[in-house]
């Protein structure tokens, strides 16, 4: 097998060594800082005080890795729309892609049982996205897992292993399988699911919140739950994203209080947006909750709370320059 991580970052490189650490041909589709490092020391991961090396074939260029059997993305959001237009050449007719990334998938709006009106807008304007990437290579991803990147190249993984895999239309298939074998034997906790729309909903719902709010006011999860407003801010919005769920097919049973408890588990963490927030990165707010929104609208539901988490995020970003001007 031959695979590719586009997008050497945190999760990608996690994915990436464990990858190639196991056997497989791991290339990556990468540039700058990470591009260098990665010809440099091949494929890093600092897990538990040991640190897991592989050789790494990188390039700025899809066209000089050419066609992979599995391409595994995990840049940020805003990053996509250009990414996608560029690994043309790293897809042939029985390549897999499996979207390693946070939030509602371009993917999300397309096949039987998908949100009506074709490519989400707050995540594939004009289907660019969903027109470079036949829907028939992707497989859906959810990954439950917290890494970082102290330096380009270098990833440190702080928690989790788990990565759920399945068919977007649902049920199993030969390569869902194949696909799932390989990254178990890369030492994954990885599941074949069945509802692979419901498992990316779910992530969302309890995330959708958290994140956002902490990027605005700077403060880890612990403080978000300690504050009785802020808690209820963010219960309301859940409720309303529980409430689009059931709408499409992806109904969840558990109640926003219990999901807060499981979160309140995990203790004083900054979460992903804080810490792009911190290192003057583009925000992933039009996938978590700017999909959540349009999802929404389309099903007829009113968001005021999600409205006001998407607007006072926004706003917040635009005066930082890490989401476009309108």
């Known amino acids: 097998m031959k695979a590719c991580i586009v997008g050497a970052g945190a999760i990608g490189g996690f994915i990436g060594?464990?990858?190639?650490?196991?056997?497989?041909?791991?290339?990556?589709l990468a540039r700058g800082a990470t591009l260098a490092a990665l010809r440099e020391h091949g494929w890093r991961l600092n897990e538990g005080g040991v640190l897991l090396q592989a050789p790494a074939v990188a390039a700025q260029d899809a066209a000089q890795l050419g066609v992979q059997d599995l391409v595994v993305i995990a840049v940020k959001g805003p990053a996509l729309p250009a990414v996608a237009q560029a690994i043309g050449p790293l897809l042939g007719e029985h390549t897999v892609v499996l979207p390693a990334m946070n939030g509602v998938p371009w993917w999300f709006a397309e096949g039987p049982g998908a949100v009506p009106?074709?490519?989400?807008?707050?995540?594939?304007?004009?289907?660019?996205i969903a027109a470079a990437i036949p829907a028939a290579l992707v497989l859906g991803c959810v990954v439950h897992a917290s890494t970082s990147t102290p330096e380009p190249g270098l990833v440190q993984h702080k928690m989790g292993h788990g990565l759920i895999v399945g068919e977007p239309d649902g049920g199993e298939s030969a390569r869902a399988r194949g696909v799932v074998a390989v990254l178990a034997d890369a030492g994954f906790n990885v599941t074949l699911s069945a509802r692979i729309r419901y498992d990316i909903w779910y992530k969302l719902w309890g995330n959708m919140t958290i994140n956002p709010v902490s990027a605005i006011t700077g403060a880890?999860?612990?403080?978000?739950?300690?504050?009785?407003?802020?808690?209820?801010?963010?219960?309301?919005?859940?409720?309303?994203?529980?409430?689009?769920?059931?709408?499409?097919?992806?109904?969840?049973d558990e109640t926003p209080e219990d999901r807060q408890q499981v979160t309140r588990k995990l203790g004083a963490f900054r979460t992903s947006m804080l810490q792009d927030v911190e290192a003057g990165r583009p925000i992933e707010l039009d996938s978590i909750v700017g999909a959540a929104r349009e999802i929404g609208q389309r099903v007829g539901l009113a968001t005021p709370n999600i409205d006001a988490l998407l607007g006072l995020t926004r706003l917040f970003a635009r005066t930082r320059g890490l989401y476009p001007a309108a």
Do not use: Y
Request: negative net charge.
């Open 17 to 28: 060594t464990r990858l190639a650490a196991s056997g497989i041909a791991t290339s990556a």
């Open 117 to 128: 009106g074709g490519p989400l807008d707050s995540v594939d304007p004009g289907g660019r």
């Open 220 to 252: 880890t999860a612990d403080k978000l739950l300690d504050d009785p407003l802020v808690a209820a801010f963010c219960l309301a919005a859940m409720r309303e994203a529980a409430a689009i769920g059931a709408r499409i097919g992806c109904a969840i």
